[in-house]
T-cell receptor
Framework: DAGVTQSPTHLIKTRGQQVTLRCSPK?????VSWYQQALGQGPQFIFQ???????QRGNFPDRFSGHQFPNYSSELNVNALLLGDSALYLC?????????????FGPGTRLLVL | QKEVEQDPGPLSVPEGAIVSLNCTYS??????FMWYRQYSRKGPELLMY????GNKEDGRFTAQVDKSSKYISLFIRDSQPSDSATYLC??????????????FGQGTILTVHP
């Protein structure tokens, strides 16, 4: 059973550009969450998608947007990149059951903005 | 003040030692408590998942939650060099608009030396 997969693994962009990151959830999972992890910090919640809708959103500007497809995979888009957007971007998948909602993380995409 | 506080360490212990990792939090709505392990340049890996107060044991790992004190702990017995990683505590609320959003601590860097 494949876990959460993300692509690409690394990316270098320049300020002002736009980037799209991709995530495929674990088999059987229908919910995808995105997090930003700056160096030396814990992950920060960006947003969560369920049934192709944004269900929750953290304190991130509108430059950060996303999408979920019918097969539950997801994309994270960031427009007008800033130097401060350099970070590890993590995707987590989950499903809700009687135990709650356990999130499993992918390996991340490391974004460097120059 | 951050919702979740975690001592970043670093923590260095000899092989075989008992390790104690801790987090405090301020949001009384948190009901789900998790510990993740993150190796360098990898995504977080779920170690322990606990609902509400109490203890949970899994092999060499024991998670404790004290909701009255807003304090959670992870104990690692017989620590091994392979346990060297960053340990992240994470929490989420049950229901409401915050459901599904994980709030992380900063992470504690642990090194177990032979």
């Amino acid at each position: 059973d494949a876990g959460v997969t993300q692509s690409p693994t690394h990316l270098i962009k320049t300020r002002g550009q736009q980037v799209t990151l991709r995530c495929s959830p674990k088999s059987g999972h229908d919910t995808v969450s995105w997090y930003q992890q700056a160096l030396g910090q814990g992950p920060q919640f960006i947003f969560q998608y369920y049934e192709e809708e944004e269900r929750q959103r953290g304190n991130f500007p509108d430059r950060f947007s996303g999408h979920q497809f019918p097969n539950y995979s997801s994309e994270l888009n960031v427009n007008a990149l800033l130097l401060g957007d350099s970070a590890l971007y993590l995707c987590a998948s989950s499903f809700l059951d009687t135990q709650g909602e356990t999130q499993y993380f992918g390996p991340g995409t490391r974004l460097l903005v120059l | 003040q951050k919702e979740v506080e975690q001592d970043p360490g670093p923590l260095s212990v000899p092989e075989g030692a008992i390790v104690s990792l801790n987090c405090t939090y301020s949001n009384s709505a948190f009901q789900y408590f998790m510990w993740y392990r993150q190796y360098s340049r990898k995504g977080p890996e779920l170690l322990m998942y606990t609902y509400s107060s109490g203890n949970k044991e899994d092999g060499r790992f024991t998670a404790q939650v004290d909701k009255s004190s807003k304090y959670i702990s992870l104990f690692i017995r017989d620590s091994q060099p392979s346990d060297s990683a960053t340990y992240l505590c994470a929490m989420s609320a049950a229901g409401g608009t915050s459901y599904g959003k994980l709030t992380f601590g900063q992470g504690t860097i642990l090194t177990v030396h032979p």
